[in-house]
Each structure stands twice: as C-alpha cells, then as structure tokens.
C-alpha cells in the first residue's frame, strides 16, 4: 500500500504493520554526501585500509576537529533538506558527537579517529533512510541511550561533589 503521506511528498509503504517513508531525494544532494563522506573517511588508500581527512585533521590541536566536525555538519543539513527523518538526523548528529567529543582527546581520540568513520556511518544512514529501508524508531532507542550516557556522564560527577561536600561539612 502505498500513499503520499506528507508535504515533502515522500511516499510511505506499510511492511509487516510499519510505515516506511521513502524520501524524495535528488541527485545533487545524493553526490553533495557521498563525496563528503568518501574524502572525510575513506579518500587515502594505506595498503588494504582506507582512511580519509577526518583523523588527519584530528591531529590538528583545536581546529581540526572543529574544521571536522563542520564538514559533517554539512553532510547531516544535506539529509536535513532530503527530508530524512528526524530520528535518523539526530543519529547522526549523535555520530558526528561521538567522533568529535572522543576525537578530541590526545592520543586516544586520534587513534578513534582512524576507526571511528562517523561519515561513512552518517552516509549508510542517509541512503537506508532515502530509500524507506530504516525504521525510525531503532534510531530514538540510539539517540535516547546517547542521551542517557550523557545525562549519566554530567549527573555522576555533581553527585560526587555533592556527596564529597556532604561528608566534609
């Protein structure tokens, strides 16, 4: 069964009692993403592995996770404007997160930068999504478990301190 469902006439097709969307997307826009992710992940063959500019940059203290982080920036707002759902774009924003929060450790976030390829992951992303392949719904447990680990993460070192002050006052 399928019907225009919304104003961005993507149509949406019920599979096993699920309602899938698919995107109407264009070509530009398709291209725009892929070469983002191509040159930010997988660009410069060494031997059999690929890597692209993302951990290059990364070695760059200060600016080039930030440069990073706003090339992929661009690459989420192209699946913004397709129309992608909601869900799926804060899963990628939560990977660009990721990328860039432990990327900007010394040492340890250069090496996740050479592993952790947030585009190509953002890219997959776009593509199950524009096709009507992605349950939105799998993308708000991932975002929703993000947020828990980074609710977790604030509130346990302010309960330290509070706990801390408590036992000495």
Known sequence: MR????????????????????????????????KIAWLMDRSIPIGSYRIGLDPILGLIPGVGDVFSGVLSAVLILQAHRAGIPKATVLRMVANVGIDSVIGSIPLVGDLFDFA???????????????????DPGRDWVFVAIILLGVGLAVA???????????ALL
């Open 116 to 134: 952790w390829k947030a585009n190509t992951k953002n890219l997959e992303l776009y593509r199950s999504a524009a096709a009507g392949r992605r």
């Open 156 to 166: 346990i070192p302010i309960l330290l301190v509070i706990w801390l002050l408590n």
């Open 3 to 34: 019907r225009t469902t919304d104003w961005r006439a993507a149509e949406a097709e019920i599979v096993d009692g699920q309602e899938f969307r698919r995107q109407s997307t264009n070509k530009e826009t398709d291209e725009t993403i892929e």
